[in-house]
């Protein structure tokens, strides 16, 4: 079976620094998704890349960049990180990028701002 | 576009009681729906998967049912353990052409008490 991994699994910044979250899958899958996972809000899409070199928004994709630098890994960058900020980050992946695959999930990222 | 509201947000049972878990989401053309489980400190895990045509779907301990006419989407743990306790969320693939847009629930947590 294959892993996602994630890197790393406790991220603590400060107000207004540049913070980047890191993405590694070992399933061969196409499709590599960001979502934030805040309490009592479920989970919403950041970005998604169905390929290599790929990006497409998501529904929250102010306040973030993406990069897909090769198949197996994708990469978050909070580009300002808000002060009392406090969310788990979760990188998934799919096969396919129909919205009708299983999705594969790392264990998150916690990310607290100082 | 598609709305997903789930509930209840907390819900504690004893063993071997009942549990279940429901969610109402907006879009007719919603054609795919997915169960995930999130343990603590870990990422989801995908639970059940169920296409549009079939209403009852039963899986190791519980059973999914959709209703299509309601837009209704549920969980239904029949004994429940403790280790059934997590945080567990729906998620729905609306219709419309738009790539890799599931739409997630807010999230139950459940919690079975021994």
Same mark, same amino acid.
């Given at each position: ?20 979250? =890191? ?12 979502? &934030?996972?805040?309490?009592? =809000?479920?989970? &919403? ?11 497409? =928004? ?43 695959? &299983? ?12 | 576009? @598609?709305?997903? @509201?789930?509930?209840?947000?907390? !819900?504690?049972?004893? @063993? %071997? ?5 429901? #969610?109402? +989401? ?5 054609? +795919?729906?997915?169960? +995930?489980?999130? @343990? ?6 995908? !639970? ?26 549920? !969980? ?13 969320? #729906? ?7 738009? !790539? %890799? ?14």
């Amino acid at each position: 079976g294959g892993i996602i991994t994630q890197t790393p699994k406790f991220l603590i910044g400060q107000e207004g620094q540049k913070l980047t979250l =890191k993405c590694q899958q070992n399933f061969n899958h196409d499709t590599m998704y960001w979502y &934030r996972q805040d309490s009592g =809000k479920g989970l &919403r899409l950041i970005y998604y890349s169905i390929t290599e070199n790929d990006l497409q =928004k998501g529904d929250l994709s102010e306040g973030y960049d993406a990069s897909r630098e090769k198949k197996s890994s994708f990469s978050l960058t909070v580009t300002s990180a808000q002060k009392n900020e406090m969310a788990v980050f979760l990188c998934a992946s799919s096969i396919g990028g129909q919205g009708i695959e &299983r999705l594969f999930f790392g264990h998150g990222t916690k990310l607290s701002v100082l | 576009g @598609e709305q997903v @509201e789930q509930r209840p947000p907390h !819900l504690s049972v004893r @063993e %071997g009681d009942s549990a279940v878990i429901i #969610c109402t +989401y907006t879009d007719p053309n919603s054609y +795919y729906f997915f169960w +995930y489980k999130q @343990e603590p400190g870990a990422g989801l895990q995908l !639970l059940m998967k169920v296409f549009s045509s079939t209403e009852i779907n039963e899986g190791q301990g519980f059973t999914v049912l959709l209703n299509k006419k309601d837009k209704q989407l549920s !969980l239904n743990l029949t004994a429940a353990h403790p280790g059934d306790s997590a945080v567990y969320f #729906c998620a729905v693939r609306g219709g419309g052409s738009a !790539l %890799g847009r599931l739409h997630f629930g807010a999230g139950t947590q459940l919690i079975v008490i021994p």
